[in-house]
């Protein structure tokens, strides 16, 4: 199985600063068919469910706003969110979907500093 | 719009069974895979295995493997999840996706298990 881990565990930034999220896989994500890196960001809000970000690791889902930005290939990934906004703070989770079992990363929580 | 109406929240005995379900609206239900994620009280998100809708292939998490049977029917536009021989440890949120990358998701039932 994939394995996934992200780092840090949390952070905490400043309103308007940037927060840099990474997440590593143990094997390449990368499909060398179509050039496509199998890889997802969510953000989760206590209470709520998972929200989908990013896909195919740099696509940003439709009213995604344009903060958000993912990037990488292969097996290193980064989340970052360019200027911090108070309805950011969630917890972040990657995941693979290259293949089963489709993985999460363990999450990396984002607070205001 | 595209939206997931899952089963109420249920409480059960170490040892039984229990069903969830996921009836999906607002789009074609065949022609998307639908996930089952679940998320234990403070913890992270731990896929369990999906369907495909159109022909019912399934795939499970080794973790699952003998205990989780996912099953659809397309005349209610509706995916099942069932996990048996429940322990304490299966207390959680149980959710629903559609697709590999998941865009939409369930409000999540919750599932107690107690003595």
């Known amino acids: 199985d994939i394995v996934m881990t992200q780092s840090p565990d949390s952070l905490a930034v400043s309103l308007g600063e940037r927060a840099t999220i990474n997440c590593k896989s143990s094997?390449?994500?990368?499909?060398?068919?179509?050039?496509?890196?199998?890889l997802a960001w969510y953000q989760q809000k206590p209470g709520q469910p998972p929200r989908l970000l990013i896909y195919w690791a740099s696509t940003r889902e439709s009213g995604v706003p344009d903060r958000f930005n993912g990037s990488g290939s292969g097996t290193d990934f980064t989340l970052t969110i360019s200027s911090l906004q108070a309805e950011d703070v969630a917890v972040y989770y990657c995941q693979q979907y290259y293949n089963s079992p489709q993985v999460f990363g363990p999450g990396t929580k984002v607070d205001i500093k | 719009q595209v939206q997931f109406v899952q089963s109420g929240a249920e409480v059960k005995k170490p040892g039984a069974s229990v069903k969830v379900s996921c009836k999906a609206s607002g789009y074609t239900f065949t022609n998307y895979a639908i996930h089952w994620v679940r998320q234990a009280p403070g913890q992270g998100l731990e896929w369990m295995g999906w369907?495909?809708?159109?022909?019912?292939?399934?795939k499970y998490s080794q973790r699952f493997q003998d205990r989780v049977t996912i099953t659809r029917d397309t005349s209610a536009s509706t995916a099942y999840m069932e996990l048996s021989s429940l322990t304490s440890e299966d207390t959680a949120v149980y959710y629903c996706?559609?697709?590999?990358?998941?865009?939409?998701w369930g409000k999540g039932a919750t599932v107690t298990v107690s003595s």
């Open positions: 094997q390449s994500i990368l499909y060398s068919s179509n050039n496509k890196n199998y």
């Open positions: 996706g559609r697709a590999a990358y998941i865009d939409v």
């Open positions: 369907i495909n809708a159109a022909n019912g292939n399934t």
